[in-house]
């Protein structure tokens, strides 16, 4: 038998260190005005080196959303954890988290969907809650980009957006059709998969590997040597992230308004509809050319950007529980979750709160 699946209980963290726009012009040539105009954001939250992980941050936000649900860390029987910055190449944050929270010998996935990643996450979660397989599926989405960052003037297109979290949320089958997850929408286009990417380590060995390229044609193809890492990468600070961001903006402001168009068409609802919209926090400018294209009052759309920066897949939970403790999101309120990024990857869910 279907259930649908209802949002139980949701939780944040976002590490203590508050970082303003003006602490980073100490690193590399920047401004305040220049972040604040082109993003919308004012600071962002640092988590504490050698201290803190992806996965200390997602336990946090985790222990708050069991919490709210009513349920304990025993309960939960499934674990999705997104994230595009895992404390260890493998294992994944996952079983770290099953681990650091003394759970069951459950099931434990990682997803690597980027700023899409929670709705991944959570559409991944919604089909096991669905068929009735499992009951209490905990999703996380945390990031801790402060620590593979270039903070020289290089990387400053990128470093100035990103910011350290986590949130998470507890997914329960309802006997209720009215209530719950109504759809997921999940897209992907790997065409421009290294325009906003982190290639490094990877098994390319510093060429990646498209139609036009193969690795053997690499006069080093037969050695043995390792190429995750190479010399040349790190002699050549290919080391950090990398985003062609006009490039992402352009496609992002086209994929938001039509994957939020196809949620509504699919559940035979308009835009006027939506009571609350999430969008993954990219950038402040975005979301407001998203409000715009699908004329939106600004009460109704959660930004957070300006005090969070862009946390990625921890980016769209962390919005939505804030929005939920601020009293935005009523029982019975349309809620539109809404994201793009990196892959390019691109997804919206709709929930009938
Ligand atoms: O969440 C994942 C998805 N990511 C996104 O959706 C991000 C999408 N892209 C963006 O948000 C914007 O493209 C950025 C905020 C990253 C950049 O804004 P932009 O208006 O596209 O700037 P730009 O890259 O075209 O650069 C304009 C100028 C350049 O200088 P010149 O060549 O005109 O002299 C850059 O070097 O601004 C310069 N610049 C900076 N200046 C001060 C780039 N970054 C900075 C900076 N501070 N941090």
Redesign the pocket.
């Known amino acids: 038998m279907l259930h649908s699946t209802r949002i139980a209980g949701l939780g944040f963290y976002v590490p203590e260190r508050i970082v303003k726009n003006d602490e980073l012009t100490q690193y590399?040539?920047?401004?305040d005005t220049?972040?604040q105009e082109?993003?919308g954001i004012k600071e962002r939250r640092y988590a504490k080196r050698y201290e803190e992980t992806t996965t200390t941050m997602g336990v946090k936000a985790a222990e708050v959303a069991i919490e709210r649900a009513g349920i304990t860390a025993q309960d939960v029987d499934f674990i999705v954890f997104a994230t595009l910055s895992p404390d260890y190449y493998f294992p994944g944050c996952g079983v770290l988290l099953q681990r650091a929270m003394g759970m069951k010998e459950v099931g434990a996935l990682d997803v690597r969907n980027?700023?899409s990643g929670f709705i991944y996450a959570l559409s991944v979660a919604d089909q096991f809650v669905k068929t009735g397989m499992y009951k209490n599926v905990l999703v996380v989405g945390a990031e801790f980009h402060s620590c593979g960052l270039d903070f020289s003037t290089r990387g400053?297109?990128?470093?100035?957006?990103f910011g350290d979290g986590a949130g998470a949320a507890i997914l329960q089958p309802s006997e209720n059709p009215e209530e719950g997850i109504l759809s997921t929408h999940l897209h992907s286009d790997g065409s421009a998969a290294e325009e906003?990417s982190y290639l490094n380590p990877g098994c390319h060995g510093g060429h990646w590997i498209d139609d036009q390229t193969r690795l053997s044609e690499y006069p080093s193809a037969d050695s043995m040597d390792s190429i995750l890492i190479t010399p040349d990468m790190m002699e050549k600070e290919q080391i950090y992230p990398y985003?062609n961001?006009?490039a992402?903006?352009k496609k992002?402001v086209v994929k938001f308004p039509e994957v939020i168009m196809e949620a509504l068409g699919r559940n035979g609802l308009t835009p006027a509809d939506i009571d609350v919209l999430v969008p993954?926090q990219?950038?402040l400018?975005?979301s407001q050319f998203v409000q715009r294209t699908l004329r939106l009052p600004d009460e109704k759309v959660v930004n957070n950007i300006q005090r969070f920066g862009?946390t990625?897949a921890a980016s769209i939970p962390i919005a939505l529980t804030e929005a939920w403790e601020q009293g935005r999101i009523k029982k019975g309120d349309l809620v539109c979750l809404a994201a793009?990024?990196?892959g390019f990857t691109w997804a919206s869910a709709l929930i009938r709160w």
């Not at 400053?156 to 957006?161: A, L, T, Y």
């Open positions: 590399m040539e920047t401004s220049w972040i082109r993003t980027q700023c400053r297109n990128v470093s100035v957006i906003l985003m961001g006009q992402v903006f992002a993954h990219a950038n400018r975005i862009n990625t793009f990024g990196s």
